[in-house]
């Protein structure tokens, strides 16, 4: 999305705030991907007025995949201006889509390989590669239980921990190419009674490596965590620890995986 205004006075002006999305008409979540913020001043790229760029993304809670097409709904009820101050809208925006050419290119291989960060557990359990973003998806095997209930019916119940130290995955391809598969605000829980906790790590929507993943033989996939020796010279996931030795390859032309 692009906002030209004369309003515009930096980078995060007119920053969406209050907005809601309909997917066939089912309510869905919508995010705002902070890092892909461009700001150009009036005069910059040929703009008479400033312009700013903002991505907006969705993790729907229900599987669009088999769908023929996506009628979407979204409202932008107000706009943040500067402190304390707001634009109201609202403004509303109908689409459809079509989504039989995006399933055509998206490609989902499962996998099964453990990853091990001092005593938690992990499985990877499945890579997605698609022109909109590449994902991994992330078990954790043995979360900590936080405490035990019972419920009105004398139930007992269980909650277990949902926090990690996995940062996110970097994957590289035999020609050398990289890229981030990170937490950020992609990561989605399953917790409360579940004793296996699911983590989705994305690409950046601004930062999918489709380009080049979409014609990779096979790519190794290096798990990341947080650490005390934080290298702040570097970019990326490359500030935190690798864990090296679990890291693992996917045969992508093949849709099948082996471990290291």
């Known amino acids: 999305m692009f906002i030209a205004s004369d309003l ?16 066939n008409g089912e309510k869905e979540p919508i995010n ?3 890092s892909s913020r461009r700001y150009f001043k009036s005069g910059e790229e ?3 007025l400033p312009v700013k760029e903002v991505v907006l993304y969705g993790n729907p809670l229900k599987d669009y995949s088999k769908a023929e097409s996506i009628s979407f709904h979204l409202e932008i009820k107000e706009l943040y201006y500067q402190t304390d101050e707001y634009i109201k809208g609202p ?10 050419p995006l399933a055509e290119k998206t490609r989902i291989i499962p996998l099964k390989n453990l990853i ?13 590669v698609s022109p909109i973003r590449t994902q991994i998806v992330l078990n954790r095997l043995n979360p900590p239980v936080r405490g035990k209930w019972f419920d ?3 139930n007992e119940k269980t909650s277990y921990g949902y926090d990690t130290n996995i940062k996110g995955f970097l994957i590289r391809d035999e020609n050398g190419n990289e890229a981030d598969i990170t937490t950020g605000e992609f990561r ?13 790590f994305y690409s950046s929507p ?5 380009h080049w993943l979409k014609d990779a033989e096979s790519i190794e996939v290096i798990p990341y965590v947080s650490s005390l020796d934080y290298k702040a010279d570097q970019k990326g996931l490359k500030k935190f620890k690798p864990l090296e030795t679990d890291s693992f390859i996917v045969q992508l032309q093949e849709g099948q995986e082996n471990e290291e």
Do not use: C
């Open 8 to 23: 515009l006075e930096h980078e995060f002006s007119l920053q969406p705030t209050k907005m809601e999305l309909y997917a």
């Open 206 to 210: 601004t930062e999918n490596p489709y």
């Open 152 to 154: 009105e019916d004398g």
């Open 32 to 34: 705002l991907e902070w």
């Open 116 to 128: 091990h960060e001092k005593t938690n557990n992990y499985e990877a359990v499945q890579l997605m």
């Open 188 to 200: 989605y829980f399953e917790y409360y009674t579940k004793s296996i906790i699911r983590y989705n």
């Open 91 to 100: 403004w509303i925006f109908n689409f459809e889509t079509d989504v039989q």
């Open 46 to 48: 040929g703009n008479e």
